[in-house]
């Protein structure tokens, strides 16, 4: 509809056209509009018509072709009776108000549609065969049939080329349709999802889709973020809101956002609501997750906004009843979407390739016509005259040269086979075959969430057989994103372990008898232990261990929540309460039962919220807790410290700004919250100050051993060296470790350094250093209590993968927006990184000089000589040229990691430091990429893609991972706890890592060899097939006669050789998979595209060439003044062309049968059958019969019995077949004796294993000499620690804020040993 802008502004004056908001109404002159207006209605009509649903995670499709949808508008209209100017300019300032869609509607905003499909049901044909014959290979034969119309030139008859066309247009149209119709589906799927948009004074259910800037919608706890919002109120404390973010930058950790003061007001007053005009300016739509910049205009008073005020499309509702946000950005306006990346056709190298070949081939075909034609001009200038009798020229020719010219276009139609149209068509069918083989993999299927691998695209199977760089997200890809307790150091003793009755150490396993912690009613089920000994520790009564998980259960800013219902007898009953408790059980709805008779408390169906004072009377009142207890943490490693002081006894319930309810041991314990000293980057540590129902006063602290081993007392050294035999020990095996310790503190002292504390959190002037100061005071001469081991848990199978991934050369980029500890521990934990490293660059610049010299100074330890003026790189980009430049490969003198953060990559990917980044990154084994936004992502991506000749192939879960999975030539979605965003966006997907080197190893590889070697077979035999046409120019005068029979040509491709060849190309393998899987370098040669190439390409031209000289002057030779032995002739045209293609055909089938490498019934049922089948329609159609029935059709009456029957003919066939095949096979086996590629050297290995089954490889466990590796990461912000003591996320009333016996301290919550 936009596009009647321009066009209406130039009309004359008079011819003035009104376009209200609704419909357009224009004058019915006006042409070019109604066509425009035509289109746009079409397409909206149609947008649904392919409706249906599919399967669907948690999750949603995003697409960045939905970004097309809005173009840049750079006109301007005015609206009549509109108040204002619109400016459809490229948008530079948002503006928008509450509740006003007609204000808001005239500046044409993106509303919340997402459209990934590309047809609709009138656009499909037009458009479909105008993509098809974009592809060289299709407008050429389209080209052909065009001249095969025009009798002048004619030498084949129509349907030779209608009728491939015709099948390879309808195959292609058949794939692209069902894509599309899945696309619509999911389009569908994700438009329709429900929201409570306010309409009129009334929240209404509507679809996604309707959804418009400036409406204001609801959303309820678990609920998926529409599209970006202004929070404006909740159903917590100040209007707080919970989110997790895991599909935007893959962090599952909650995070935290305040909607303005003057708007939490609002509340869930649907009336309020509804009054609510606010009007927001603010940036334009962008790709900044963590920016945003625009102000509130409300009553005249202007209010600030910023990111913590905005809730993200793609993230989810936690832990929030409800909550009431302002549209800002929709559909391919948000930024989930702007970092989404646009979808790109993607391509394999083997087709841009064939797209080189083919033009190679092309002007050899015009070659070849200019030398006929040139050859038909001098033949009909020198010897034409003498058959201008009984064989005069054509009508319309008057002259050598123009018949010469006439003949080129024939011998264009006639030699057109060496690009034969059923090449494309094989071509499918294979990629088709080879992706329903991952589809049917029950190697690739995971039974626990019933997935199976998907090749989501037909077209790209080959390529994984060449990929070079894989670049990996870390959460949910190569991580179960679950952390651990696995291990702990206590007063210097060890616990973790498990030994035999010899005191030798066992390795873990599924059998392994777990603690039995049934004592606990409230540990959690999931929690798994097989140490013994910590519990008997705990049961003794250990000091140390006591106080050790008393500091787990205190020292953290984990929230409580408990959903699950609780039975309180009394007096009068069974009073059931039902509790949903965030961040602790405040809220409690009553309903007592007293069987036939009810009492006043139980007569309401719904009664008011109160505090339950009643347990202010245990000797009346007993609680049972039948509910599950939950933690919410702000990063995964508090979380399961916190659990597991649970199971052992010490259990965290609940919170105030100025209490901590602990039960120790089945005993209810509050202990005042005194203070809480935050975490953040720079102290890596927390401490919390609290005072213990006696009242003694204790600063608890925990954080990195690097940092808290400078803050101990002169005491613990002792303690300190055994500490630090363990932590390397946890380390080694890859954990996350912590050091915890404690302080005893004097009360005049703390009360000191507490009003000193309040006076530097006032203070208006170096308010950060001040309480630094402080914190590092309080902080001192601590006493060690031991160490924590946590393990962030791999995927099933993650560092065999690697490993086997990198003996196939196949180099692995992590990319994360985890924080770099993290990152870093899990490249330790999964074989990435290793201390064996001759180092590990880290590059943390914070200006661009800086990452320039930390980027040369990495260079110039791997790689000195990559310096010098000589160097081949350096002199190769010093030479200007606008080309893209390719650095090739380069060998460090060592194995090295390199580790970025996201805030130096940005500095590196720019213009004049991405090559340095290039060669330094390429120079490592193993490179990391840490807090990376997804744009970022696809930037590294892009990089590589750009200046690296190799395939590269993007894996990972969630929605942060779509741009680099379109981005990169192959994407892989994982179908994880991150929804189904990247699987949506992927080429191929399935749910385990470990799956990878299957699809590349096994599947890839096949596919490769395959297609490498049907191309090879393919271009061969119909250069040996057309070229027996050249020969036989020069013969026959160059007059555009063919040798063979007009059905054999037809057929050739299409019956004859199509069976064979997809056979080999569907079944062939030259190991199975297994072997594959054990021997990985077999994969290298598809990296380094050995198998097929220009090089090969031109030996199988050569090849051709060479056995069509045999198929023709043999069978030629064979045929000249030949006698039957009845003494009757057949030495005549059409015994040569029967000749001729039968050596042709037995040829190439037993070519097809050397080129075999694994032998099945289809290929034997195909080659024989397609030897069967070309004898069996020859007598057929070479019959009297079908002479009688099509005369013109089928004129080789009587060829075939008279022919085949003479013993000097089949003599003859046998001496071509010796001489076509002989030299291949010679030279193959020369070539392997005297020249050996590395992939032979591996096949005969494999041969010779073959004989002896190698032994099952020994179980082992994977360990390493490291050193210590702090997992501190509570999060990638500060904590909740000032949230929590401001009191601002806490509800009014709290039970355990008045009592301190939320459980009774009956039996059944002590062991009965304890």
Not at 806 to 811: G, P, T, Y
Request: include cysteine; aromatic fraction near 12%.
């Amino acid at each position: 509809m936009l596009d009647s802008f321009t066009a209406y502004q130039k009309l004359p004056r008079w011819q003035e056209v009104e376009i209200p908001w609704s419909w357009t109404k224009i004058k019915f002159w006006d042409v070019s509009i109604w066509i425009k207006i035509w289109k746009e209605e079409i397409e909206r009509s149609t947008e649904y018509l392919f409706t249906g649903l599919i399967p669907c995670g948690p999750s949603y499709l995003e697409d960045g072709d939905g970004q097309a949808l809005y173009r840049k508008r750079t006109e301007t209209v005015t609206r009549e009776n509109s108040p204002t100017q619109i400016n459809l300019s490229q948008e530079e300032e948002r503006q928008l108000q509450a509740n006003n869609r007609d204000f808001n509607l005239q500046f044409e905003y993106a509303n919340n549609t997402i459209k990934t499909s590309k047809y609709n049901f009138f656009t499909f044909l037009p458009l479909n065969l105008f993509e098809q014959f974009q592809r060289i290979a299709n407008a050429y034969f389209l080209f052909l049939l065009i001249l095969q119309l025009i009798p002048q030139i004619s030498s084949l008859a129509w349907f030779t080329t209608v009728v491939p066309l015709v099948l390879v247009l309808a195959v292609s149209g058949v794939k692209d349709a069902i894509d599309d119709f899945n696309r619509h589906k999911s389009d569908k799927h994700v438009n329709n999802r429900p929201v409570q948009v306010l309409i009129n004074g009334m929240l209404k259910d509507e679809k996604w889709m309707n959804v418009q800037v400036g409406d204001i919608i609801k959303l309820e706890n678990n609920n998926f973020v529409t599209a970006d919002l202004l929070l404006l109120s909740s159903s917590e404390p100040h209007s707080l809101t919970y989110i997790e973010t895991a599909e935007l930058d893959g962090e599952t950790n909650l995070k935290v956002k305040q909607a303005l003061t003057v708007t939490a007001e609002l509340g869930e007053d649907l009336q309020k609501l509804t009054e609510f005009n606010g009007e927001v300016k603010c940036e334009a739509p962008n790709n900044k997750l963590d920016k945003f910049t625009g102000t509130l205009t409300l009553r005249g008073e202007k209010y600030a906004l910023d990111n913590e005020k905005m809730l993200l499309r793609g993230c989810t509702i936690r832990n929030t009843e409800w909550c009431f946000g302002l549209v800002i950005y929709a559909g391919p306006d948000t930024k989930l979407m702007q970092n989404s990346g646009k979808t790109t056709f993607k391509r394999t190298s083997i087709d841009r390739l064939m797209n080189v070949l083919v033009l190679v081939i092309f002007a050899f075909l015009g070659l070849m016509c200019l030398i006929l034609a040139i050859g038909n001009g001098i033949w009909e200038y020198d010897k034409g005259y003498y058959f201008q009798v009984y064989l005069p020229w054509a009508e319309g020719v008057d002259s050598a040269s123009y018949s010469g010219f006439l003949m080129f276009w024939s011998y264009v139609i006639i030699l057109n086979t060496v690009v034969p149209i059923s090449l494309y068509v094989s071509v499918e069918i294979i990629r088709l075959g080879n992706s329903f083989y991952i589809d049917w993999d029950s190697k690739m299927y995971y039974p626990l969430s019933d997935t199976p691998a998907q090749a989501r695209t037909t077209t790209l199977n080959e390529e994984l057989g060449q990929i070079k760089y894989i670049f990996s997200d870390k959460t949910g890809t190569l991580t179960q994103n679950i952390m651990c307790f696995n291990k702990c150091s206590i007063n210097g003793k060890s616990y973790g372990d498990v030994y035999d009755m010899s005191g030798q150490r066992i390795e873990i396993t599924e059998n392994t008898e777990k603690v039995d912690f049934s004592y606990n009613q409230l540990a959690d089920p999931k929690f798994a232990f097989y140490d013994h000994s910590l519990v008997e520790a705990v049961k003794l009564s250990d000091v140390p261990t006591h106080r050790f998980f008393r500091l787990l259960s205190l020292c953290h800013t984990v929230m409580p929540e408990e959903k699950k219902e609780e039975a309180v007898t009394g007096p009068f009953g069974s009073l059931v309460i039902f509790c949903s408790i965030w961040p602790h059980i405040n809220q409690c709805l009553w309903r007592c039962h007293m069987g036939r008779e009810r009492t006043r408390a139980s007569t309401p169906s719904c009664v008011p919220v109160v505090e339950l004072t009643l347990l202010q009377t245990p000797h009346l009142w007993s609680a049972e807790i039948s509910g599950s207890l939950v933690y919410q943490a702000q990063s995964p490693d508090e979380g399961a410290l916190v659990t597991a002081a649970r199971n052992f006894g010490f259990v965290f319930r609940a919170r105030t700004p100025e209490t901590i309810t602990v039960v120790e041991m089945g005993e209810t314990k509050i202990y005042k919250l005194l203070a809480i000293l935050d975490f953040n980057n720079v102290r890596k540590r927390m401490s919390v100050i609290v005072q213990s129902p006696e009242g003694d006063l204790t600063l608890y602290c925990k954080g990195a051993d690097t940092i808290l081993y400078e803050l101990l007392h002169s005491s613990c050294d002792s303690l300190k060296e055994e500490t630090t035999e363990h932590l390397n020990e946890f380390a080694g095996e890859g954990l996350r470790t912590l050091v915890v310790a404690y302080k005893n503190l004097d009360k005049d002292y703390f009360q000191d350094w507490s009003r000193r504390h309040h006076e530097a959190s006032t203070a208006l002037e170096g308010r950060e250093d001040k309480l630094s100061e402080l914190y590092e005071e309080i902080e001192k001469d601590l006493m060690l209590l031991g160490a924590t081991a946590i393990e962030d848990k791999l995927q099933d199978g993650v560092p065999q993968t690697i490993e086997t991934l990198a003996k196939a050369n196949i180099k692995i980029w992590v990319l994360t927006g985890d924080k770099q500890e993290t990152a870093m521990n899990i490249g330790y934990s999964c074989n990435l990184l290793n201390d064996d490293m001759d180092d590990v660059f880290i590059i943390e610049g914070s200006t661009s000089d800086d990452v320039l010299n930390e980027l040369r100074n990495a260079r110039k330890k791997m790689k000195p000589d990559s310096f010098l003026d000589s160097d081949e790189i350096n002199i190769q980009f010093e030479k200007s040229s606008k080309t893209s430049k390719v650095v090739p490969d380069e060998q460090a003198n060592g194995v090295y990691g390199l580790v970025i953060t996201g805030h130096s990559l940005a500095y590196a990917l720019e213009g004049n430091l991405e090559l340095e980044l290039v060669r330094t990154a390429c120079l490592c084994k193993v490179v990391i990429c840490c807090r990376v936004t997804p744009l970022q992502k696809a930037q590294v991506v892009e990089l590589v893609k750009k200046y690296k000749k190799a395939v590269t192939l993007a894996i990972g879960d969630g929605a942060n991972d779509v741009s680099m999975i379109k981005t990169a030539h192959i994407g892989v979605g994982i179908s994880g706890q991150e929804g189904m965003q990247a699987v949506l966006s992927s080429d191929f997907s399935f749910a385990q890592f470990r799956y990878l080197q299957r699809l590349l190893l096994v599947h890839g590889r096949w596919s490769y060899i395959r297609m490498c070697k049907f191309l090879k077979y393919f271009f061969y035999k119909n250069f040996a097939f057309t070229l027996v046409h050249f020969w036989y120019g020069f013969f026959s005068g160059f007059s555009a006669q063919t040798v063979y029979d007009e059905w054999f040509i037809t057929l050739y491709n299409l019956v004859y050789t199509s069976l064979p060849v997809l056979g080999m190309s569907l079944f062939d393998q030259d190991v199975d998979d297994r072997w594959s899987m054990l021997f990985p370098q077999l994969y290298v040669p598809g990296q380094q595209n050995l198998y097929f190439n220009k090089v090969v390409f031109v030996k199988c031209m050569l090849q051709g060439i060479y056995s069509s000289l045999i198929l023709f002057f043999i069978p030629f030779g064979a045929m000249y003044n030949t006698m039957r032995s009845d003494g009757k002739a057949i030495a005549d045209y059409q015994s040569f062309a029967l000749m001729a293609q039968t050596c042709l055909l037995i040829v190439v089938s037993v070519q097809i049968g050397l080129d075999t490498s694994y032998w099945t019934v289809v290929n034997q049922f195909f080659i024989w059958g397609s030897l069967s089948v070309y004898f069996a329609i020859t007598f057929t159609m070479y019959s009297d019969g079908m002479y009688l029935i099509f005369t013109a059709s089928f004129p080789f009456i009587g060829t075939a019995r008279n022919t085949l029957s003479q013993p000097n003919v089949w003599l003859a066939i046998f001496l071509s077949i010796t001489l076509c095949v002989l030299p291949v096979v010679g030279f193959r086996f020369l070539k392997a004796q005297l020249r050996p590629t590395p992939s032979d050297k591996v096949l005969l290995k494999i041969k010779e294993a073959k004989k002896r089954p190698p032994p099952p490889s020994p179980k082992r466990r994977l360990r390493r000499t490291s050193t210590r590796r702090s997992g501190y990461a509570f999060s990638h912000q500060h904590g909740f620690g000032a949230l929590i003591m401001s009191g601002r996320n806490m509800r009014p009333k709290s039970p355990f804020a008045t009592t301190g016996t939320f459980s009774p301290n009956s039996d059944k919550y002590k062991h009965k040993g304890l």
